[in-house]
């Protein structure tokens, strides 16, 4: 009955899974990120390939992954992020898998459920970029690192090199599984002795995949390079990580739930113990002692690793050049699930009231913030402003400029545009009025389309100029978008 | 009852820890003010050098500039490092943006106050024809099917890397 029943439960959660990303798939639009994905993997095969040894190029892969699918389901909104949607159904399973066979089914259980209803991770399976791809295959990378150090197969040893290797050709931070992985197998080195020759030369090979990436990354690295994002301390960046994971989009950012998601997580750590793990605790010195608690909590020591060493790496790396976003540790989140699954396993050991009480609040922060995120338009809305803008005339300025892109992917047509000039170099607004006599220079009628304006203009100076210049005479706003026509009166 | 207060009871220090950790971990950090989607990348393409002139810039939009990899390497999601080019690059700005919006983004267009009296009225709602329904539904019978395809897909892979995992462990 149990054989029956496991997988036939496995296939409902994977449902679940599927109907819930599938639910409103193209209900936000394609913001400029997304859009640019579409246009990149728009150069086809031929135009990607230089790119997988061209310096600064991020997940070349996967744009040449997206240019096939593409050529298959074109470049409309639900085709292109359905591909994404299935590498995000596809995690399910696997994280059964992994659970399963490195915990406990119990275990299993409850992270598969809580992938299938993570926000975050819907979040991702409904964007149109890299990020649920590379959550699925750096778990497989380590589920096949687990399963090549425990039986040294040559072919298994093969497949975590092609699964690793690939991952850092979807995005270049899936690098960053691979110091976990040798630090848990040094760790563990005892329990996987036998595979030490294999283990150094699958590292050793590893090197290879990753010697153009290193080229250039690591002389960036080296270089005074500013990436103009904010440095995070340590406890910083895993306190966004905890209300990312654990929330994601939620409507409100009280401390309760994540409460809950760090308690849940400390039970993991502290009090999980896999059933049949370590031995008797012999004694005979410090290193025998250390060597028995390491057996006894070989799980969780797996598991904080997973979790922890990519994100001091990524940290160590933002000490000379702050890089951190959230998403970029997505390869992270299987072991934040499993450990909230060990976490309710311990608790539920303990108590099944409170495992009864900790799961349904999960449930709620979960499906509340999911209602959310899925009913509230949250990405910029050019969908909506190109619908808007149909058939109405007059110059376009983009403010900023980058979001054009958005905007011509819905408009599919021409329209008169110009830049404005940026001005968070230092512009003044002499400067700023030069600028916008020459690009409005004979216009009756300007629209100003304001996303994400701060990044160019910070101080508002091209607005300030057509006020001074013009008069207002329509203001629309959609979702991240702004829109002001003003009237010139008949050139300037 | 009193066995199971007492064994709720005994997890209390964990879940104090938990509260005590997560208080050190927030203060004064302000990171609940952060938004994970709220995409702090800049843009990867290269700033244009000069503003193009309007009469000129009527462009179809397969025409969008696609990113050129400049001589400074950098990560396609991080910022452009500043150039020394006339308009400088928008990502010297501190990232992400401190744009509030998601919390109050309006779900729909706000009317606009001033309806401009040479402006092109507005589509009226397409009436639905006959044909109008029959595209409908073909429309959603064609995406029917490809939901059902790729859920038997997607289920068909699950099970056979389940029964193929499970195999090994064997």
Redesign the interface.
Known sequence: MEKIRF?LL??LL??LA?AIR?YHLDFQSL???EV?AI??A??GPLGLLPWFI??????PLYYLLLSFWITIVGRGE?GVR?FSL?WG??L???I??VGL?WLERRVALFATLLVSLSP?LI?YSQEAKMYSLLSFLSLLSVHLYL?ALE?NRWYLWLAYLLATGLSMYIH?LAVLLVPFEALFYLISWPRYRGASKAWLMAMGILVLPYLPLAR??I??LLSS??????F??L??I???L???FGL??A?Y?G?FP??LV??LL??GV??YRKEGEGGEVSLGGFLALLRNILAKHHSALFLSLYLFVPLFALYLISLGMP?F????LISITPAFFLLIGCGLVA?GK?????LAICLALLLVVNLSTLWFQTD????SDFR?VAE?M????G?IVFL???V??SF??Y????????????T??GLDEEGVGE?ME??????EMVWLLVS?G???D?RGLVREWLEENGS?????????VEIY?YSLGGGH | MKAEIRRVVALLPLMLLSMALLSLLVQGSGVLAYRSFQSPQSPTNPPPTVSPSPTATAIPPTETPTPTPTGTPEPMETPQPPTPTETPAPTETPLPSPIPTFEAAPPAAVASPIPPAEESPSQPPPSRSWAGYIKIGLVALAYTWRTLGVLAFVAFLGLVMFLAIGRWRR
């Not at chain 1, 061209?54 to 997940?59: A, I, S």
């Not at chain 1, 509230?376 to 990405?379: C, F, G, M």
């Not at chain 1, 149909?390 to 005339?393: A, G, H, M």
């Open positions: 997988p496995l296939l994977v449902s599927f599938l913001w400029r990120d640019d246009l990149f728009e150069k061209t310096p600064g190029q991020n997940g639900f359905f299935f159904v596809l399910v399973p696997l059964y898998q066979r975050y979040w399963l039986r270049i250039w990354e002389p960036t390079f500013a990436t103009g994002h904010k995070y301390t406890p910083e895993f306190t966004v905890l209300f990312s994601n989009s409507p950012r401390l994540v409460a760090l308690f400390l039970a502290l009090l890089i976003t959230d998403r970029y608790i303990r108590s099944r009231l409170l509230t338009k949250v990405k909506s808007y149909r058939d109405r005339e110059l900023m400029p980058y054009r892109q011509a992917y408009y599919q047509g021409d329209f008169m545009w110009a830049d404005p000039p940026y968070n170099g600028e020459k690009i409005t220079a004979g216009q994400e701060e990044l160019w910070s207002l005479v329509d203001e629309v706003e959609f979702a991240r026509r």
